[in-house]
């Protein structure tokens, strides 16, 4: 039983002690943003806290510091009680910050289910070691076995494994070799890998990449938020590749973009001037879990869609506003569909859903077709999200062969048809609705899914109307795009339309 206490003892040590020396080392590393995104019934405390940069000076300190007194104590043994305390306490504040019930669950990740959480998991353990009467090999052992060695009656410390000769004293050194095994393995993963801890700050990107950036992204306003002109698409993360006939494309998109690329992708983006995602809703729990655990800023924009089967169809609504997500948009095929169906009153009240609890209400649309007809019925969005592109491209198929709401229709095989291939069908349609609208347009798909250029796909979405575009991004094409953007946007020479953000 004393080695099983020695091995948990360390285990949860080395945890504390590493995560307290990659935010050591992490640069400008601060608790506040963790702190200021937490959502539930405990955020009130955990707001106050990030609310103040005195007591966010004290907060780091204690984190980084106590997480390295912490591991250490708890690694080798020495006033490991305390140790244990003083962690059990650390682990209390984190588990509350985003309990995993109630709302906070709605955004839960790997690891975490209802209560039971890695966290829960581990002060479990803390509390366990704490009260039960075997300490393990420690340094508090060979403490105790040298101040009463010259005792010939040397009383016994533990009932199972008694400290009575120098073999036994030096076993309680088992963890300084451990301790440093470990630490030299760490050094050389962190030389050869870089930081791979996956909690907040301790995943770094390139920023030698980020010094060729050539200014400060412009922004634009939309209701109470100021955000980037361009924003990020969520296609990518999600694995939607809309690549014509490539079937293993979809495949490779997951396949690059693990969950480590992801935070670096969007923590680049972040950096680089990007301060705004449009999402597709199964994505909303990996945004849930990237704000917790880098503390991001990030205003996420969510397309939401009809839960039909639901008794509450806006439900989508509510699990988007449980989740954190700052604006809400009727997602683009749904926005379709509804008005190819005719379903008029079902826009209208998701609309009047989303603004009546106070949030931004976004409508999309591939086919233009589906922003008239809401607009002759009355139906006014906050902002429209409409695809804008042009047709000079190979693959996409003739003007006369197009048919509104065929986006998200049948695929044919015939390639004078659509499949998967142009996704503003009726561009010059689109131009004149755009640029006699007086509410402020989202343009996405801007590089018809890869086929044109961002150098003249964002040039023809500026100059047409849009106030911003939203573009699909892998890590490797941030800057690029983000400098093509400011490039674009101090040239801009034909635009015709005032901004409306």
Same mark, same amino acid.
């Not at 005792?151 to 440093?180: C, D, F, W, Y």
């Not at 490779?252 to 705004?276: D, H, P, R, S």
């Given at each position: 039983?004393?080695?099983?206490?020695?091995?948990?003892?360390?285990?949860?040590?080395?945890?504390?002690?590493?995560?307290?020396?990659? +935010?050591?080392?992490?640069?400008?590393?601060?608790?506040?943003?963790?702190?200021?995104?937490?959502?539930?019934?405990?955020?009130?405390?955990?707001?106050?806290?990030?609310? %103040?940069?005195?007591?966010? #000076?004290?907060? !780091?300190?204690?984190?980084?510091?106590?997480?390295?007194?912490?591991?250490?104590?708890?690694?080798?043994?020495?006033?490991?009680?305390?140790? %244990?305390? /003083?962690?059990?306490?650390?682990?209390?504040?984190?588990?509350?910050?985003?309990?995993?019930?109630?709302? %906070?669950?709605?955004?839960?990740?790997?690891?975490?289910?209802?209560?039971?959480?890695?966290?829960?998991?581990?002060?479990?353990?803390?509390?366990?070691?704490?009260?039960?009467?075997? *300490?393990?090999?420690?340094?508090?052992?060979?403490?105790?076995?040298?101040?009463?060695?010259?005792?010939?009656?040397?009383? @016994?410390?533990?009932?199972?494994?008694?400290?009575?000769?120098?073999?036994?004293?030096?076993?309680?050194?088992?963890?300084?070799?451990?301790?440093?095994?470990?630490? /030299?393995?760490?050094?050389?993963?962190?030389? &050869?890998?870089?930081?791979?801890?996956?909690?907040?700050?301790?995943?770094?990107?390139?920023?030698?990449?980020?010094?060729?950036?050539?200014?400060?992204?412009? +922004?634009?306003?939309?209701?109470?938020?100021?955000?980037?002109?361009?924003?990020?698409?969520?296609?990518?993360?999600?694995?939607?590749?809309?690549?014509?006939?490539?079937?293993?494309?979809? %495949?490779?998109?997951?396949?690059?973009?693990?969950?480590?690329?992801?935070?670096?992708?969007?923590?680049?983006?972040? #950096?680089?001037?990007?301060?705004?995602?449009?999402?597709?809703?199964?994505?909303?729990?990996?945004?849930?879990?990237?704000?917790?655990?880098?503390?991001?800023?990030?205003?996420?924009?969510?397309?939401?869609?009809?839960?039909? *089967?639901? +008794?509450?169809?806006?439900?989508?609504?509510?699990?988007?506003?449980?989740?954190?997500?700052?604006?809400?948009?009727?997602?683009?095929?749904?926005?379709?569909?509804?008005?190819?169906?005719?379903?008029?009153?079902?826009?209208?009240?998701?609309?009047?859903?989303?603004?009546?609890?106070?949030?931004?209400?976004?409508?999309?649309?591939?086919?233009? !077709?589906?922003?008239?007809?809401?607009?002759?019925?009355?139906?006014?969005?906050?902002?429209?999200?409409?695809?804008?592109?042009?047709?000079?491209?190979?693959?996409?198929?003739?003007?006369?062969?197009?048919?509104?709401?065929? $986006?998200?229709?049948?695929?044919?095989?015939?390639?004078?048809?659509?499949?998967?291939?142009?996704?503003?069908?009726?561009?010059? *349609? &689109? $131009?004149?609705?755009?640029?006699?609208?007086?509410?402020?347009?989202?343009?996405?798909?801007?590089?018809?899914?890869?086929?044109?250029?961002?150098?003249?796909?964002?040039?023809?979405?500026?100059?047409?109307?849009?106030?911003?575009?939203? @573009?699909?991004?892998?890590?490797?094409?941030?800057?690029?795009? $983000?400098?093509?953007?400011?490039?674009?946007?101090?040239?801009?020479?034909?635009? +015709?339309?005032?901004?409306?953000?």
């Amino acid at each position: 039983m004393r080695a099983i206490i020695t091995i948990i003892r360390m285990a949860i040590g080395w945890h504390f002690l590493y995560e307290g020396f990659t +935010k050591l080392f992490a640069e400008n590393w601060s608790a506040e943003s963790f702190l200021s995104n937490t959502f539930g019934f405990t955020s009130g405390f955990y707001h106050w806290l990030a609310s %103040s940069p005195v007591i966010m #000076q004290l907060i !780091d300190l204690l984190n980084i510091y106590g997480l390295i007194f912490i591991g250490l104590t708890l690694f080798i043994g020495l006033c490991f009680r305390w140790a %244990s305390l /003083g962690g059990i306490v650390l682990l209390i504040l984190y588990y509350f910050a985003y309990p995993p019930f109630g709302i %906070s669950l709605l955004g839960a990740h790997d690891g975490s289910v209802f209560i039971v959480n890695k966290i829960f998991v581990e002060a479990v353990m803390l509390i366990f070691i704490l009260c039960y009467k075997e *300490k393990g090999y420690g340094i508090d052992e060979l403490i105790w076995y040298y101040k009463n060695r010259k005792n010939k009656k040397m009383s @016994v410390r533990s009932a199972t494994q008694p400290i009575n000769n120098r073999r036994e004293a030096i076993k309680n050194l088992v963890s300084i070799p451990v301790l440093g095994a470990l630490g /030299g393995g760490a050094w050389w993963n962190n030389r &050869t890998y870089e930081i791979d801890a996956s909690t907040g700050a301790t995943i770094q990107i390139n920023r030698v990449e980020l010094s060729r950036l050539k200014g400060e992204l412009p +922004k634009g306003r939309l209701g109470n938020f100021e955000l980037s002109r361009l924003v990020m698409g969520g296609n990518l993360i999600g694995g939607w590749a809309h690549a014509r006939d490539l079937l293993y494309a979809e %495949s490779l998109f997951k396949a690059y973009n693990t969950e480590k690329k992801i935070i670096e992708t969007l923590m680049l983006c972040e #950096q680089a001037g990007v301060n705004c995602i449009n999402i597709g809703y199964p994505t909303m729990s990996m945004m849930s879990k990237y704000k917790q655990l880098t503390g991001s800023k990030i205003k996420v924009i969510v397309q939401v869609g009809i839960d039909e *089967k639901n +008794k509450d169809i806006y439900d989508n609504v509510t699990q988007a506003i449980d989740n954190g997500m700052d604006i809400i948009q009727l997602q683009g095929n749904w926005g379709d569909w509804l008005v190819r169906d005719k379903k008029f009153d079902v826009i209208a009240g998701m609309m009047g859903r989303i603004k009546s609890q106070g949030y931004i209400a976004g409508l999309a649309a591939h086919t233009i !077709d589906s922003l008239i007809a809401c607009e002759e019925q009355g139906i006014i969005p906050d902002y429209y999200m409409k695809t804008m592109h042009h047709d000079n491209y190979w693959s996409a198929h003739p003007r006369k062969n197009r048919q509104p709401f065929e $986006v998200d229709g049948q695929r044919h095989l015939d390639h004078n048809m659509f499949h998967d291939n142009c996704f503003c069908p009726f561009p010059d *349609k &689109t $131009v004149e609705f755009v640029n006699r609208t007086k509410v402020p347009v989202m343009g996405f798909k801007v590089l018809a899914a890869g086929a044109i250029s961002p150098k003249d796909g964002f040039n023809w979405a500026f100059e047409n109307g849009a106030d911003f575009i939203c @573009v699909g991004m892998f890590d490797f094409q941030v800057v690029d795009d $983000v400098n093509t953007c400011i490039d674009t946007l101090q040239k801009l020479q034909n635009r +015709k339309r005032e901004w409306y953000a």
